[in-house]
């Protein structure tokens, strides 16, 4: 019972974590809100430590390519707003 009470907060931080990143996610934000809620309560009843596992790496890897995409984003309009006169 102890490995699932671990488990169960490392699923909770990494909804709080997703839920943060999603606050700019590029089709809004209740859109990935509701997406994520779905996600989450479709896995809600699996037991099994093994899967909540995989499902939390699954999770995690998200998260990254969520950071990746972010990071592209702003590096494009970083780079727009400072190379804009190179094709004039």
């Known amino acids: ?3 699932a009470s671990s488990l169960r907060g490392e699923v909770l931080n990494l909804y709080k974590n997703l839920l943060y990143l999603g606050r700019e ?3 809004g934000a209740d859109y990935f809100r509701s997406r994520l809620k779905a996600a ?3 896995n809600k009843d699996v037991k099994d430590p093994e899967i909540i ?3 939390i790496a699954r999770g995690e890897f998200v998260i990254k390519e969520l950071e990746a995409l ?3 984003r702003k590096y494009r309009a970083m780079k727009q707003r400072y190379y804009e006169d190179d094709n004039k």
Do not use: V
């Open 1 to 3: 019972m102890r490995m």
């Open 25 to 27: 996610y590029p089709k």
């Open 40 to 42: 989450f309560l479709k």
């Open 53 to 55: 596992k995989q499902l």
């Open 70 to 72: 972010y990071y592209l």
